[in-house]
């Protein structure tokens, strides 16, 4: 049983968790992730580290509410459990040796790309991060990614913040101002890291993205999470979750996300529907 130490509403959507994990904490590196059971009857989900500190024996998890098993760890609260919560998994980032990076999140993304940030920064790398968000309120982690970074900018798709475009706009034009990426970190939706890659293919700026496929065990046995990069079959639990942008077969990755859609509504309706016939009976 691991005990939830800390609880934060980031946004409407989002919540913030610090869950007391010692073993887990003190191996912990920038880019891993755990896989969490909230109960005997629940289903196991992956989630990035958005962060850990090995000498509290903390792990933070920051997660969207979009299905039955996230609305249900929402529900938990500081001081209940959760049942199984595995970690770290996955291959750590490879962030050492470089000078100029850009860091780049999209929505939830950005709980993800934060530590890839911060080390990165701890490095010595001098990091742009650009955020990207639908609009001002739904801005997460802004004082933390600041504190992580060179430069911070937050990209909203309205212009609500001041600051209208998708992060490709704002990196464009860092790189046409003489920006002079060796790297650039893409963590967020599919299609807007699909997107950065077609971008920085033509400047030949090295690219890495953290996928986030189907996955169950998270130890390459079941082959749910499989990928192709560069042509062969990998597995995002085991290679990953890290690879290389400009290899990854983007469209068959969007492709096989959508292939329980229709089971994960049901799903959800279910529970929310459960929700509020418990709450009418309160």
Wanted: hydrophobic content about 40%.
């Amino acid at each position: 049983m691991f005990p939830i130490l800390e609880k934060r509403r980031l946004n409407d959507s989002m919540t913030l968790m610090v869950v007391e994990a010692p073993f887990i904490a003190k191996k912990a590196k920038a880019g891993q992730f755990i896989i969490l059971r909230v109960n005997e009857f629940g289903e196991r989900i992956p989630l990035t580290i958005a962060d850990y500190d090995g000498e509290k024996g903390t792990v933070t998890i920051i997660f969207q509410k979009v299905g039955k098993t996230t609305l249900l760890l929402d529900t938990l609260n500081v001081g209940d459990c959760i049942l199984d919560f595995i970690g770290p998994l996955g291959k750590p980032s490879e962030l050492e040796g470089h000078k100029r990076v850009a860091v780049i999140g999209g929505g939830a993304g950005c709980a993800i790309a934060y530590p890839q940030a911060k080390s990165l920064h701890a490095l010595g790398a001098k990091v742009d991060m650009i955020a990207g968000f639908r609009n001002k309120d739904i801005v997460i982690l802004e004082d933390e990614m600041r504190a992580a970074c060179d430069n911070l900018i937050v990209m909203t798709d309205d212009g609500s913040n001041g600051n209208k475009g998708f992060v490709t706009d704002a990196l464009k034009k860092q790189i046409e101002a003489g920006a002079n990426y060796d790297l650039v970190v893409a963590i967020g939706p599919l299609i807007m890291m699909k997107v950065v890659c077609d971008l920085t293919k033509q400047y030949n700026i090295k690219t890495i993205i953290s996928m986030n496929p189907i996955m169950i065990d998270g130890t390459g046995m079941c082959g749910g999470c499989r990928l192709t990069v560069g042509g062969k079959t990998k597995f995002a639990c085991v290679d990953g979750p890290d690879f290389d942008g400009h290899e990854v077969d983007f469209d068959e990755a969007m492709l096989r996300l959508r292939t329980y859609r229709e089971q994960e509504s049901e799903q959800t309706r279910e529970f929310n529907c459960r929700l509020m016939e418990g709450a009418k009976n309160a």
